[in-house]
């Protein structure tokens, strides 16, 4: 049944590490064994056919390409981090996203990548190295529990919130309900859902809380309301009283948010019949006059 998979039809996305070589040397490279094209809305993606497997290819072995489908490639240049600024990735592990901040910030500034899990440090330390990355410190630590008081935060502008969620935006978990032992699962799958939304609504507050931070993405790679849209009508009036506002990322982007509060189509969703995955992506910003009346 593994062939009949609705994603084999979808194109394959590589994003370029621009750490490591430039876009359009990437491009002539792949072009000489594959039919490439770039991505009309990240500039650093590149599409390939429909199951081309790169596995093993020199340019993904060697960090200058990253094999990552093209939502994942819109949450950090929704966050789009100026080169010199402070960031945190406050749930990085494996990577993906803290090593494209880095390439979007040019090696300039510094990025937290912060990360829960002993075992997932590894695979983050593997993919920063893989990335040739040198600003990117590791903390293993509960981003709940990082003081955003501390002086070491004081000058944190940004932060990437792409906490733990039910996966059911990815391929895998869209085929889950095939297999006969989840059919009776509905109740603790709820419980899963809400246990889930209340780890991510606190620590999409927490993140609101640090004094410096401008902008704040928060994505998930679910297709449930519950970890999205209700997430952000439930903290909007907190992010409204420390001066926050949604703000509309890729602008051009055809699917938004779930009509359910006033605002929503400030939101990003991907479809994943046509984008290849689920994702969801908020983008909140710090209003301009609170930014002013701060200087
Ligand atoms: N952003 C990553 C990427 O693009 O490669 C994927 C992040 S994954 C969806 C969520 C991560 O958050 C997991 O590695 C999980 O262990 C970590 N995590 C969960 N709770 C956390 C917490 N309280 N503090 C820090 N990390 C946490």
Redesign the pocket.
């Known amino acids: 049944a593994l062939n009949q998979l609705p994603d084999v039809s979808l194109p394959r996305y590589v994003r370029v590490n621009t750490l490591k070589l430039d876009v359009d040397s990437a491009l002539l490279e792949l072009q000489q064994k594959y039919s490439v094209e770039k991505d009309d809305l990240l500039p650093d993606l590149l599409i390939l056919p429909p199951g081309t497997d790169l596995h093993d290819h020199p340019l993904v072995n060697n960090g200058s390409i990253f094999m990552q489908g093209k939502a994942?490639s819109m949450v950090a240049p929704a966050l789009n981090p100026e080169p010199g600024w402070e960031v945190i990735?406050?749930?990085?592990?494996?990577?993906?996203?803290t090593v494209h901040l880095a390439a979007l910030m040019k090696r300039k500034g510094r990025i937290i990548a912060?990360?829960?899990?002993k075992q997932?440090i590894k695979r983050l330390k593997e993919t920063i190295k893989l990335s040739g990355a040198s600003n990117i410190h590791v903390l293993n630590e509960?981003?709940?529990n990082i003081d955003p008081k501390a002086p070491s935060y004081s000058k944190v502008k940004a932060i990437l919130l792409?906490?733990?969620?039910s996966g059911s935006g990815t391929a895998a978990s869209r085929l889950d309900h095939l297999l006969p032992s989840k059919a009776a699962g509905q109740d603790t799958d709820m419980e899963r859902l809400n246990k889930l939304a209340a780890f991510q609504r606190k620590?999409l507050q927490h993140a609101l809380s640090f004094p410096a931070v401008e902008k704040i993405v928060y994505s998930t790679?679910s297709i449930n309301q519950i970890e999205n849209e209700d997430v952000i009508k439930s903290v909007l009036p907190i992010a409204e009283s420390h001066g926050f506002e949604l703000v509309k990322p890729f602008p051009e982007w055809h699917c938004r948010g779930l009509p359910v509060f006033k605002g929503s189509e400030n939101l990003v969703r991907t479809d994943p019949a046509t984008d290849g995955e689920g994702f969801f992506i908020a983008l909140f910003a710090k209003k301009k006059n609170v930014q002013k009346k701060k200087q």
């Open positions: 994942s990735d406050a749930c990085a592990a494996p990577g993906n996203k912060c990360e829960l899990n997932r509960d981003f709940l792409d906490p733990s969620c620590a790679c």
